[in-house]
């Protein structure tokens, strides 16, 4: 069994989302939201640490996922972006695996352009829930089911046999007419 914790990270509500994993099945422990209620950045940051590390404390996971930056419009919000999830993964002391917005998205709904409300149905689908998710919450998820699914695909990919190599002397490039 391997825990995963899921982080969507933001300057005014960083989502997580703890599941865990047994073969090809996930399911839920427990997510949802850091509301960062300081007026002053660093202040949110530290909230930011001080709640997932309050999370992985009572959780243990064992892999974290993160969801990578992506370029907004405006330098000042990707910069503050950046920070929050520099601070996510200051607190977190174990690997991070880092996926885009558009892997996660194909991973989940399949379909790497989905919008908010798929990815949302889609997690409560896959993890059986039946309570409405927050979209930081339900992105938090959504980013650990990535990283579970991608875990699933390495782990059936290096249980494959390859062929035995082919010795030099039949190489092509040692070709002689």
């Not at 959780?59 to 907004?72: L, N, V």
């Not at 520099?86 to 996660?104: C, W």
């Not at 993890?127 to 782990?155: G, M, P, V, W």
Request: aromatic letters at 6%.
């Amino acid at each position: 069994m391997t825990i995963i914790i899921g982080i969507d990270p933001g300057s005014r509500h960083t989502g997580y989302g703890v599941i865990h994993v047994e073969g090809n099945e996930s399911f839920h422990i427990t997510s949802g939201c850091i509301h960062l209620n300081s007026k002053e950045h660093p202040e949110r940051l530290q909230e930011i640490f001080s709640g997932l590390q309050v999370i992985i404390k009572q959780f243990q996971p064992h892999e974290a996922a993160i969801e990578k930056i992506f370029m907004h419009d405006n330098p000042s919000s990707a910069l503050k972006l950046g920070q929050a999830r520099g601070a996510a993964i200051v607190a977190l002391t174990i690997p991070v695996a880092e996926y885009s917005a558009r892997q996660v998205k194909q991973s989940v709904v399949g379909y790497g352009a989905a919008k908010k409300e798929q990815v949302q149905h889609m997690v409560g689908r896959l993890l059986n829930l039946t309570q409405k998710l927050q979209a930081d919450e339900a992105d938090a998820l959504a980013i650990a089911l990535c990283h579970a699914h991608s875990r699933f695909s390495l782990n059936k990919i290096g249980s494959v046999k390859r062929p035995a190599k082919r010795s030099k002397k039949n190489s092509w490039r040692n070709y002689q007419p």
